[in-house]
Every structure is written in structure tokens, then in C-alpha cells.
């Protein structure tokens, strides 16, 4: 928050009120720019994957043959040139997405009528995001690139021709256009607007958030097969800085897309969470709840 005496009143006002009860319930809010800032990022990733496929089939017909670790490697090093700048395209587009759950958050607190200016993350918080998101999207990568090697070893080891490892290489590449790299500008961007908003959440002293799903046949546990359960979790109140938890898997997260989290709980996930801001009469139902369980469902999510 800006360091003007006005602001620290606020801060201030705000603590009090969410622990007191004297705000109303936020309505839901989905800000576009978290939509646009992962178009924006799996645009640029796509662009630095144009042209790959016919370089890689270029030069797998150049050897003529996969049949050393060497030329494997050297055949698919063309995937890790194309997405050399990835890592930073991701965290330009990761802080982009921090400041709009921040300011998400702090818009739910001004339609509760409370004055909050408006201001992003300090460069140190934000240098703290891209130290968390470096690094995993380099693990990303190099999954895309080791992939591409499995392709050519199988290749080999099948006896296949060039073509026919041509062929495979093409349907690789194909599924990271078509698949991968949106997943990690999903991920990636929902993670980080919802890192935001616990960032903003725990500074402005709000005491409670919610988490919310989009509330549609893509979330998990709509379908029986689903190894992860979202749906339950819709409504769900806690502490900030304390675990979301799911009632009867019994994972936790600190936030929606929390890093550290199962893999397939994380990845692609589109829910949310807010400041929740109880009525009086509600408090006493959530303390307890908590005290009990750790969580607290609202009558109606």
C-alpha cells in the first residue's frame, strides 16, 4: 500500500470491520485482464514455438538417423533454443496477473465502502513471485524438451524409418501447441493473480477469504473420474494465511493454484478466492466452525 497516512487509516479500518463483522457479503468478481493476460501469454509462447516442428524434421533428416543419446539430444536442443525466453515472458505476465487480484481484491473492499487507493506490489514482492515462478516454468520446459527426446529414442528402439519418426515428431509438437503451452499460460496466470490476492489479503489485515470455482462442467469433480474434487470446495471460508481444506479428501491449499500443490490439483485450474467479509450475526458460526474444523461453509455459496 502507497505510505500516506490516509492509506494506513484505511488499512486500519479495514482490519477492524472484517473482524467485527461490519461489512456486508462481496459479490463475485472475475477480472477480464486475468482472461487477457493468458491470452497474451500463450500468444507469446506460441510464437516462439512457430517454425519448431519444421526445424526439428529439417534437421532429423540432415543426421539420418536418432541412433545416438548425441543426436537425440541435439535434435530436440531446437525446442529448448525456441523457448529459451519462456521463463521470462511467464513472470512478466505472472506479475501483470498479481496486480490484478490485488486490485480485485482491494475493488471488493471499495464496493464495501471502504476507500482504498489503488497501487501494485513493490518491486521486492514482485521480485518474490518470479524466485517462485522461474524455476518451475524451467521444470515446464524442460519436461517439453525431454519429451521430445522420449520421441526419438522410442523412435529408435521401435526401428522406425525417419518418416515415421518424422511423423511422431509432428504429433509431439502438435500437442504442445495445441495443448501444453496454453496449460501453462493458464496455470501459470490463475496462480499468480490468486498469489496476488492472498498477498493483498493478509496486508490489508482482511481476516477471512473464499475460494470459488467457475461453476461449470470443467471444474474437477463434476465428473466421476476425476482424481480431484474442486466442486466441494465452492463456498468454502478460512483464515487468510491459513489452508483451504478439502472436506473429505483431505489436501489442502493455501490458495487456489498454490505452488506446491498435487500436480493434478493445480494444473489448469480456473477457481478463485476473495475476501470474505462476514454480517455479525455470522461470526460467531465461523469462529466455531473453524475452531472445529478448519473451514466454514455460508448457508448459500
Request: hydrophobic share 35%.
Amino acid at each position: 500500500m502507497a505510505n500516506s497516512l490516509a492509506t494506513k487509516v484505511d488499512s486500519i479500518l479495514v482490519s477492524f470491520l472484517v473482524k467485527t463483522g461490519g461489512l456486508p457479503v462481496l459479490v463475485k468478481s472475475q477480472p477480464r485482464a486475468v482472461a487477457e493476460a493468458e491470452r497474451r501469454l500463450n500468444n507469446k509462447l506460441q510464437r516462439m514455438f512457430t517454425g519448431v516442428e519444421t526445424k526439428l524434421i529439417e534437421e532429423l533428416r540432415a543426421r539420418g538417423h536418432v541412433s545416438s543419446a548425441t543426436d537425440r539430444k541435439a535434435i530436440a536442443q531446437i525446442v529448448e533454443d525456441a523457448l529459451d525466453d519462456a521463463p521470462s515472458a511467464v513472470i512478466d505476465e505472472a506479475k501483470n496477473a498479481a496486480n490484478v487480484g490485488r486490485r480485485s481484491v482491494i475493488s471488493d473492499l471499495q464496493r464495501a465502502g471502504i476507500s482504498i487507493g489503488f497501487d501494485d506490489f513493490s518491486p521486492e514482492i514482485v521480485r518474490q513471485l518470479g524466485e517462485q515462478v522461474g524455476p518451475i516454468v524451467e521444470d515446464t520446459k524442460k519436461l517439453m524438451v525431454d519429451n521430445f527426446i522420449q520421441t526419438l529414442q522410442e523412435g529408435y528402439e521401435d526401428g522406425l524409418g525417419i518418416d515415421a519418426i518424422a511423423d511422431n515428431l509432428r504429433a509431439e509438437a502438435k500437442q504442445v501447441r495445441d495443448y501444453r503451452l496454453e496449460r501453462v499460460a493458464r496455470t501459470e496466470i490463475n496462480s499468480a493473480q490468486n498469489w496476488g490476492k492472498e498477498q493483498s489479503m493478509e496486508e490489508l489485515g482482511v481476516e477471512y477469504d473464499q475460494w470459488l470455482t467457475a461453476e461449470d462442467e470443467l471444474v474437477r469433480g463434476v465428473e466421476p473420474t476425476d482424481e480431484f474434487d474442486h466442486v466441494m470446495m465452492h463456498g468454502q471460508i478460512t483464515r487468510v494465511g491459513e489452508p483451504f481444506i478439502h472436506p473429505e479428501q483431505g489436501w489442502q491449499l493455501s490458495y487456489p493454484g498454490a505452488k506446491g500443490g498435487e500436480p493434478g490439483n493445480i494444473i489448469n485450474c480456473r477457481c478463485t478466492h476473495r475476501p470474505y467479509v462476514p454480517t455479525g450475526e455470522e461470526l460467531e458460526r465461523i469462529r466455531n466452525a473453524i475452531a472445529e474444523d478448519g473451514y466454514y461453509y455460508p448457508a448459500a455459496a
